[in-house]
């Protein structure tokens, strides 16, 4: 007698809780944003009439927090500077778009905008945004970012990072950040595979890899 496989459907990660509201005008959405509580925990994203509220869950904060490790690291062994915007909301009145990003940061143009707060109306957007969507979202992230001007924007889903730069006002996707173009995606990879079980040493021999790459 042979026996039946059983399928087994294996349940994807759940990295946010996301709730979407449709059909809203730009003074809808600051209606919103500022009733609520700026010590919330939630993040807003506002492009073509779509508001969005992204709750981070575990898998989620685990994949940013790291993600962001990684780019410290690379930015402190290259020696670059970098002025970090975390999810520091950008609302722009002038093409009625709004975002809290996963984090940001200002790398090139660092000198531009350090020692004090920056007016996103007035000041070049952050030079690398990054976000990590596991689960599907209603707005579209790489319109959004391209509309406001972000040069570069890394989204990681869980699994795959892909890195877009801006071209002409649309994004290109690329193999090579050119923020940081000694690493590879594997690097990454490897990088959050190894702090899942030791995110010390993760640190300390992607640190030692960093050093021999820039010695070379």
Not at 6 to 11: L, Q
Not at 103 to 110: L, T
Not at 150 to 162: I, M, N, Q, S
């Amino acid at each position: 007698m042979v026996a039946t496989p059983v399928k087994v459907d294996i349940p994807k990660p759940v990295g946010e809780k996301r709730v979407a509201f449709h059909g809203l005008s730009w003074d809808d959405y600051l209606q919103i944003f500022n009733a609520l509580p700026q010590d919330r925990h939630s993040r807003l994203s506002f492009s073509d009439g779509t508001l969005e509220i992204t709750v981070p869950l575990e898998d989620h904060e685990f994949a940013l927090r790291l993600i962001e490790l990684f780019i410290r690291l690379l930015v402190l062994e290259m020696g670059l500077k970098m002025k970090t915007m975390g999810s520091t909301t950008m609302n722009r009145q002038d093409i009625k778009k709004g975002a809290e990003p996963d984090c940001a940061y200002y790398i090139q143009n660092q000198p531009k905008v350090t020692g004090r707060n920056v007016d996103f109306d007035r000041d070049s957007p952050p030079d690398l945004i990054v976000e990590v969507d596991i689960t599907n979202t209603d707005v579209n992230k790489n319109k959004l970012y391209a509309t406001m001007g972000v040069p570069e924007f890394w989204r990681y889903d869980g699994a795959t990072l892909r890195i877009f730069t801006l071209q002409n006002g649309e994004y290109q996707e690329r193999e090579i950040s050119p923020l940081f173009p000694i690493i590879q995606k594997e690097d990454l990879y490897n990088f959050l595979a190894e702090a899942m079980e030791d995110e010390t040493a993760a640190m300390q021999n992607f640190q030692a890899f960093l050093k021999e790459k820039i010695k070379d």
